[in-house]
């Protein structure tokens, strides 16, 4: 994403007028002076650390992904800002200028960050490296957003992270600058008055913010959140603001009305945008029929108030802090996304605990240090000199310091410019993990199509008033069950656990695969008619979340009579807590059933999961069948009254 819509001037956005100077920012009338544009520099930063916390952990801020669509509207705010007011005063846009600007403000940091982020990834760990040829030329050709649908890539909960899945968002921005100029000069020249013209590009956020509702699938919603048409209503939203403002009325805010009501929508808007950053959900439809929406214009709110005149909310924003966390928030937002993912690698350590904690923290720092590196030493020189005059710059620096310490650089350049495509040339299609699950889940295929109804391991379900079993029975009927009395079902998580899972259960019969759900659940159990054994584990929910309606369908077709353990899910995907939640309130009420919590088991656990973060390693599907034994024997003792003594068991 490229936060900054206009030029910069002591770290607070300006806009320029053709020949490269600042240009008038807070006032679009004609004959007025330089003025800095106060403030928005400040709402990026707090843009750029929404975004972040969520890519940190995203239990922390649920919706911080929506810090996005901040940057849009304030893109299209100022990139319209510095159209119109060129127009204005010669006449004309000069679209190849300002094409040319975008580059030399885009692309610096970007040539830094796309290499460094792939040799990063190589030492730190292969997997991440899956797909980056693809990743590295939608980054060189701002079409990240479409190659990423094509892939089917989920921004929200991909179980092989995309190494370079922030640059949709730059995508985006760019095919924006590519198109809104000569649209923008269209929409000038064809329409005259200034009421219009707003109307229109009003008009536009609208029928982009419908598609997205239209075309919505909520199991899949990468789809409208990456795509530009269905994505483009901040964008529209911060143009149809600037066009307001360049016109005579410029937006009522000349109004008593608005003077009296001026700081409220102020406030209005910074609760509904703080507050959308907390309760939003990827995984809600609402987010996406009309939140995201709503978060655009009221960052469009916030940003007439703070450029409109001064006020308590643009000196909030104009704090030195948020003023330096904005200049350089597109160097931070490029950097932290493949940081956190290496250092993820390099410091393996899952949520929960101060240890977790260091580790994310770690990851910021590196982001901050390496955004400010970019920043004064890339992205600066480059945006003041130019290409040619910041390359002579750098070659002046080079000799100064002496011949062996230039060769020593020049060595290096060279060195990242053979490496480079030899890791791309040699990334893998696959990673360890999806391997692993392949192979696992061809194997179980194999078991389950050999094998038939154990005698001797089955029980039919009654309901509690059809029981007429003594005492006995029904202690012999909850007791801890036997790998050969127990039925598996699942997802991925459950194919990778399976080795360890027939290692601590000898003569479970497990039937798993990738890419499961909990609507599949029902016909699965059902399928198994009879035969189904006496105790079931029932593991579901890692790529399509909880389904209430599925799980009660499920244990309905099991019956009351047979012991459930059902296993909570774990990932750093913000739906997976109130999944977890979910999944216990469907089952509070089934005495048959114990919910395993692998999810709380990996806390502050190293070295548990494979390179995914989701599925565990081989000592974690150690910790994962552990889990699941103990809740069948807290299941027996809840219903026999009894201790249930676990034996040892030597990990291999």
Do not use: C
Not at 1 to 15: C, D, F, I, L
Not at 212 to 240: C, I, K, N, Q
Not at 360 to 369: E, H, M, P, Q, S
Not at 573 to 584: F, K
Request: net charge positive; aromatic share 6%.
């Amino acid at each position: 994403m490229e936060p900054h819509g206009g030029g910069e001037r002591g770290g607070v956005a300006t806009v320029r007028r053709p020949g490269g100077e600042p240009a008038a920012a807070g006032d679009l009338t004609p004959g007025d002076g330089p003025r800095r544009l106060a403030g928005l520099d400040g709402l990026r930063a707090l843009a750029v650390v929404a975004v972040v916390v969520f890519h940190l952990d995203p239990t922390w801020l649920p919706g911080g992904f929506l810090g996005v669509d901040v940057f849009f509207v304030v893109s299209g705010f100022l990139i319209t800002t510095l159209l119109v007011r060129e127009h204005r005063e010669t006449g004309r846009v000069d679209l190849r200028a300002f094409w040319a600007r975008r580059a030399r403000r885009l692309l610096p940091a970007l040539l830094l960050v796309v290499p460094s982020a792939v040799l990063l990834a190589r030492l730190a760990e292969g997997d991440l490296l899956v797909g980056v040829g693809r990743q590295v030329l939608g980054a060189l050709t701002f079409t990240s957003n479409w190659l990423e649908i094509g892939a089917g890539s989920d921004y929200f909960a991909s179980t092989s992270p995309v190494l370079l899945a922030n640059l949709w968002s730059l995508a985006v921005e760019e095919q924006f600058y590519l198109l809104w100029p000569p649209a923008l000069l269209l929409l000038l020249l064809l329409v005259a008055r200034p009421s219009p013209r707003v109307a229109v590009v009003g008009a536009l956020a609208a029928a982009s913010a419908l598609a997205m509702a239209w075309r919505l699938d909520p199991e899949h919603p990468t789809r409208v959140y990456y795509g530009t048409d269905t994505h483009a209503m901040g964008l529209m939203v911060g143009a149809a603001l600037a066009l307001a403002l360049a016109s005579p009325a410029r937006a009522g805010t000349r109004s008593a009305g608005w003077a009296r009501h001026r700081r409220l929508v102020g406030a209005v808007a910074l609760v509904v945008l703080l507050g959308s950053f907390v309760v939003a959900d990827e995984r809600s439809a609402l987010t996406f029929r009309g939140g995201i929406l709503l978060v655009s214009l009221a960052t469009a709110a916030l940003v007439l108030v703070v450029v409109e005149r001064p006020g308590r909310l643009r000196a909030l924003l104009e704090v030195p802090a948020a003023r330096w966390v904005g200049s350089r928030s597109y160097g931070i937002y490029l950097w932290h996304w493949p940081v956190v993912l290496v250092v993820g690698r390099d410091l393996p350590v899952a949520p929960g605990g101060t240890e977790y904690v260091l580790t994310r923290l770690w990851a910021v720092l590196v982001t901050l240090a390496a955004a400010d590196l970019s920043y004064r030493f890339v992205e600066t020189p480059v945006r003041r000199r130019g290409v040619r005059g910041a390359f002579a710059g750098l070659t002046r620096r080079l000799r100064a310091v002496g011949t062996r310490r230039a060769r020593v650089a020049w060595a290096v350049v060279a060195t990242v410019a053979v490496a480079v495509p030899v890791v791309l040339l040699t990334a893998p299609e696959r990673s360890s993990v999806e391997e692993s699950l392949v192979v696992r889940e061809a194997a179980l295929s194999r078991q389950t199509a050999s094998a038939g109804p154990t005698p001797g391991g089955t029980r039919p379900s009654a309901a509690p008033s059809a029981r007429t079993s003594t005492p006995a029975a029904d202690t012999a009927a909850w007791a801890m069950p036997s790998g050969a009395e127990i039925d598996g079902f699942g997802d991925s998580m459950l194919v990778g656990a399976s080795d360890a899972m027939e290692y601590w259960f000898d003569g479970i019969r497990l039937d798993a695969r990738s890419n499961r759900r909990w609507s599949q659940a029902p016909s699965l159990v059902e399928n198994r008619g009879p035969g189904l054994r006496r105790a079931v584990v029932l593991a579901f929910g890692t790529n399509f979340g909880t389904d209430e309606k599925a799980i009660a369908a499920t244990l309905d077709a099991i019956g009351p009579d047979r012991m459930v353990v059902i296993v909570t899910v774990h990932g750093r995907y913000a739906r997976a807590e109130s999944d977890n939640r979910r999944l216990r309130s469907a089952v509070a009420r089934r005495d048959n059933v114990q919910v395993a919590d692998w999810d709380a088991a990996l806390a502050g656990t190293r070295g548990m999961l494979q390179s995914d973060d989701i599925h565990p390693s081989i000592r974690g599907a150690h910790l994962y069948s552990s889990t699941v034994r103990q809740a069948f024997a807290t299941l027996s003792e809840r219903h026999t009254g009894r201790k249930v003594t676990l034996p040892a068991v030597r990990i291999p």
